[in-house]
């Protein structure tokens, strides 16, 4: 959509989508350069993650470093909390 529209740059994408952040990722992933940060929501906490399909947070992070972003999350008592990933393109040198 976002060549369709003409939009050259997102500054920021939110996704909480629940155990379909990978398949997001990989099918926008000619167009992760565009993007500067991201807040992605994971579910690996939750009950309904027993099933491995669910658990997204290390295929998430990765899919994210291997696009240059810096991935950082925050310790917190709530695991939803503990499993949402901050991505960011490193500032230019």
Same mark, same amino acid.
């Given at each position: 959509m976002l060549p369709e529209l003409g939009i050259e740059r997102v500054d920021l994408l939110m996704m909480n989508i629940e155990g +379909?952040? #990978?398949d +997001?990722? =990989?099918g926008a992933s000619g167009l992760m350069g565009s993007i500067r940060n991201s807040v992605i929501s994971c579910h690996d906490s939750s009950? +309904? #993650?027993t099933c =491995?399909?669910?658990r997204t947070k290390a295929d998430v992070r990765a899919l994210l470093e291997? +696009?240059?972003f810096e991935v950082t999350q925050q310790e917190h008592r709530h695991p939803w909390v503990r499993d949402t990933l901050y991505a960011s393109r490193p500032a230019a040198a």
């Open positions: +379909a952040e #990978t +997001a990722l =990989r009950p +309904a #993650t =491995r399909a669910m291997d +696009a240059g």
